[in-house]
């Protein structure tokens, strides 16, 4: 099994992070392969009594043995990498051994976190998109313009003064409508070229080229484990468009950020909550604005691991979760926060939406739509008893063995992981076919 997926399916926390630590612990994966996305991702592990929460770096840097890849398709702040390194090798992880970021990668600038806070106050859909305001948007977004990008490589290269002086003239004509978003430090050259050349020297140990790395990897087939960033729904082209992040975030990002063709990913985890939550605006058709919601936030802790903003929180949307599956390639299902769904005295899952009075099983593509779409529900009595210490999944309640199975037939997909709680102990691996 040369290479792994682990993908989100909703908007984003579906709680990645666990599933690609747990895999990367049991199954002996050589690579852990951060592909897409920025420092908006927030990935948090819980080891023992130690929780690491993880922005740009792969969650497989807990692990011993695995080499962590940052990939050409990922924007990346250097300021938080630098600081997510200095606390993990404060508590004991030798990151700079385990660690390998792409030459490749574009770089976040000042400018782009500033432009980031000007965009996101003006509404020019109606509402705020709700970024993280980490510059991811206008980062990619010189990316794909390409005169005003800069990539890692450019902050170890001898041109590294001149490229900063020619970006910042131009970004002071482009942002020149947007005077009162910026500081004066945003549009300091030197003091952005002495602190970004810093940060190259400091991160030059760790770069290197990721694309024939993993090539070479792959070739010998050595076990790859691809982390995705943010959730499926969220992706740029396929997800709830413009409510969405600047980058590939479903199964089909991966071969792009990654520059692993396709035929190298054999397996596919979709990783979903057992219930929904979303983070920023755009439409939310299972959102539970009530005591229901606010129940399910506190019970799954639901805040940003980033930001640390309060999530939005619904039932369990079968239909997009479904859409998102498919689009991704996935072919086994990790059913997390179990936990938390246990403590509800009623579960509901939205089988299908009414559009206009039609009864539909598709995500529409045009957000008017999906604003306009009702749930259809199925309801089941709660079982309101702990899981959380279950290690087999005959031990459960027949309530949650039924939700479970009922999941599994909506979203066409076997569970095959089912975790209810933080922990890594508190998962369930061993599911009998029956369940799948």
């Not at 948090?44 to 043995?65: A, D, F, M, N, W």
């Not at 997510?84 to 770089?107: F, K, M, N, Q, Y």
Request: charged fraction near 20%.
């Amino acid at each position: 099994m040369p290479g792994t997926s682990v993908i989100g399916l909703q908007w984003g926390d579906e709680a990645k992070g666990k599933i690609v630590d747990l895999l990367a612990e049991q199954f002996q994966v050589a690579i852990v392969v951060r592909y897409q996305g920025g420092a908006n991702a927030g990935h948090t592990v819980v080891i023992g009594r130690e929780t690491y929460k993880l922005h740009q770096i792969p969650s497989g840097i807990l692990t011993p043995g695995v080499m962590n890849l940052i990939t050409p398709g990922v924007v990346f702040n250097p300021a938080v990498v630098l600081d997510e390194i200095a606390g993990l090798t404060g508590r004991g992880i030798p990151v700079a051994d385990r660690l390998l970021i792409s030459p490749r990668v574009h770089v976040v600038f000042p400018w782009h976190i500033a432009e980031d806070r000007a965009l996101n106050t003006d509404k020019i859909v109606g509402e705020s998109i709700g970024t993280t305001l980490r510059g991811i948007g206008p980062c990619y977004r010189d990316k794909y313009g390409r005169l005003a990008a800069i990539r890692l490589g450019d902050l170890v290269s001898q041109h590294f003064r001149e490229r900063i002086e020619q970006v910042v003239a131009f970004k002071r004509r482009a942002l020149e409508g947007y005077r009162e978003a910026l500081t004066a430090e945003d549009l300091d050259a030197e003091l952005i070229y002495r602190t970004y050349r810093d940060y190259g020297a400091q991160l030059a140990p760790m770069i290197g080229d990721t694309t024939t790395y993993l090539l070479d990897a792959v070739e010998a087939d050595r076990h790859v484990l691809y982390e995705g960033a943010q959730g499926s729904l969220l992706d740029i082209d396929h997800g709830t468009f413009p409510f969405v992040t600047s980058s590939n975030s479903s199964g089909v990002g991966v071969s792009a950020g990654a520059g692993v063709p396709g035929r190298w990913i054999t397996k596919v985890y979709g990783v979903a909550k057992a219930y929904t939550t979303r983070v920023g605006g755009g439409p939310f058709p299972t959102e539970q604005d009530n005591p229901t919601g606010h129940q399910i936030r506190e019970l799954g802790r639901e805040y940003g691991t980033t930001t640390g903003r309060p999530r939005r929180c619904g039932w369990f949307d079968a239909v997009a979760v479904r859409y998102t599956a498919r689009l991704s390639g996935v072919d086994g299902l990790a059913l997390m926060m179990l936990d938390v769904v246990s403590h509800l005295p009623e579960i509901r899952v939205c089988v299908a939406y009414e559009l206009d009075g039609e009864r539909i099983t598709h995500v529409p593509s045009q957000i008017e739509d999906l604003r306009r779409v009702v749930p259809v529900y199925e309801t089941w009595p709660g079982w309101q008893q702990d899981v959380s210490q279950m290690t087999r999944l005959e031990q459960l309640p027949a309530g949650a063995r039924r939700l479970i199975a009922r999941i599994s037939e909506l979203v066409g997909v076997p569970v095959e992981i089912l975790s209810v709680g933080p922990a890594r102990s508190q998962t369930i691996l061993d599911l009998p076919p029956a369940a799948r």
